[in-house]
């Protein structure tokens, strides 16, 4: 397909929001809890698990709400601030998620969701490709079910780089680290092996 559009590969590959619901949710989302009257006797977590059953249910505003309570109640609460930054990013304000996942860094270094969320940020902004790869090779290094994720963020920054074959083999990897039955995640992985192979092959040209 010629000269690759990172922005717009970056949006097809797994958007933050899905890293949110890896890193953020411990409670179900099966109901709408009640919003809070008056007050504030929520802590920064609760704040969070509220904003984020209220984004299941597409009120977006009402989940923005909660998540800046979660950090004005604690300005060091790393998922008040992943959760800001993964709405900012779903909404295209890719400077204001830069912000918000760099705070989430700040208040918990290595944090494998903001480190990811934040590599897949400077992808989308267009440069940044030494910083992104040790951002991503910082949250490899932490165990956890976002391998995929991770792996798949490098498959874009050697696909940046025109680097076919690596991207290719770290699509393989996280094929192998995605469970069977996701086939969510499997499907995506497909499209970016097929985005890979289409970019090389035109390069061949």
């Known amino acids: 397909m010629g000269a690759i559009d990172q922005a717009a590969v970056v949006a097809r590959r797994f958007p933050p929001a899905a890293l949110a619901l890896a ?3 411990a409670a179900g989302c099966g109901h709408l809890p009640p919003r809070i009257r008056s007050g504030d006797a929520l802590d920064p ?31 060091n609460f790393a998922e008040g601030w992943l959760a800001l930054g993964n709405v900012a990013f779903a909404d295209g304000r890719l400077e204001d ?22 590599a897949m940020t400077l992808l ?5 490709l030494e910083e992104a790869e040790a951002l991503a090779r910082e ?15 490098l498959a874009g920054i050697r696909l940046k780089q025109a680097r ?19 086939r969510f995640v499997l499907s995506h992985l497909q499209t970016t092996r097929a985005g ?5 092959a035109d390069k061949a040209r």
């Not at 977590?45 to 984004?55: D, F, P």
């Not at 249910?57 to 800046?68: H, R, S």
Request: charge should be negative; hydrophobic fraction near 35%; glycine fraction near 8%.
């Open 164 to 182: 076919y074959v690596e991207a290719l083999d770290l699509v393989d990897q996280a094929e192998e680290a995605t469970p069977a039955g996701d």
């Open 196 to 200: 890979i192979q289409a970019a090389a």
């Open 139 to 153: 949250a490899l290094s932490r165990p956890g079910s976002l391998r995929p994720y991770i792996l798949d963020t």
């Open 97 to 118: 998620a830069e912000k918000s996942f760099r705070k989430a860094l700040k208040s918990s270094p290595g944090h494998p969701g903001a480190c990811n969320n934040l």
């Open 124 to 128: 989308a902004r267009g440069g940044g």
């Open 45 to 75: 977590q609760e704040h969070v698990r509220l904003g984020s059953s209220y984004e299941a249910q597409g009120l977006k505003a009402e989940a923005v709400a909660q998540y800046e309570a979660a950090v004005r109640r604690d300005p």
């Open 23 to 25: 890193c953020l949710l």
